[in-house]
């Protein structure tokens, strides 16, 4: 009888073993597969088009999981999600400017891509201070060319304790003044910006 179950458990131990098994590679199949393609593909287009067979093999809810996997595959991946305004969104311009996967983050086209992407999505006011605290130059051009740019990102861009760029440089000194002219701020909004003892700054709120 205890021989009996014994073999009843050992049986019992390697199904359940093998149902855990099935059920990992099952989780590989779903988005492993996927990924794997991505790592290989070549241009932005075929990332849409993998996304594509995705979206057409899986349930609508899993789409944003798998997105954020594919934001930590690669610099192609991370292109084509950057460049995307369907794709694209807070949660993913972030996972990306954390963890970048280009070479060369100094490249001209790298950086117009980046700064393009900071511009059009939409953030919080605390995502902005996110990637402005990453400390990056081109991620700080990208903020200082924000339409809409919040009073706490912009200080922290113009504060030369802070900031990433060269406040002399006088392409950002256009940015700056430009930035103080054509929005309104507040009161306490202005004396936050005075703050900063940003020359530029303190030059366009006397002209305003």
């Known amino acids: 009888m205890k021989k009996i179950i014994a073999t009843m458990v050992t049986v019992l131990t ?23 393609l991505a790592e290989e593909a070549g241009s932005a287009d075929e990332v849409y088009t993998i996304i594509d067979e995705y979206k057409t093999k899986n349930d609508e809810t899993e789409l944003p999981i798998f997105l954020e996997e594919l934001a930590e595959v690669n610099d192609v991946s991370q292109t084509a999600l950057i460049c995307s305004d369907e794709y694209r969104n807070a949660d993913i311009l972030i996972r990306i400017l954390k ?52 009073c706490e990102a912009l200080c922290y861009v113009a504060s030369k304790d802070t900031t990433a760029l060269n406040l002399d440089y006088f392409g950002y000194r256009d940015l700056f003044t430009n930035q103080v002219l054509e929005r309104e701020w507040s009161m306490e909004e202005k004396e936050e910006l005075l703050d900063t003892e940003n020359s530029t700054i303190k030059k366009a709120l006397l002209a305003s």
């Open 14 to 36: 390697i199904i359940l073993a093998l149902g855990g098994c099935a059920e990992e590679e099952k989780e590989y199949s779903r988005d492993g597969y996927y990924l794997k």
């Open 99 to 150: 963890n970048p996967k280009w070479i060369n983050m100094d490249h001209y086209q790298v950086r117009e891509i980046i700064r393009n992407a900071i511009c059009q999505t939409d953030l919080t006011e605390s995502e902005e201070m996110e990637i402005a605290k990453l400390d990056e130059r081109t991620y700080h051009e990208g903020l200082l060319q924000r339409a809409n740019v919040s």
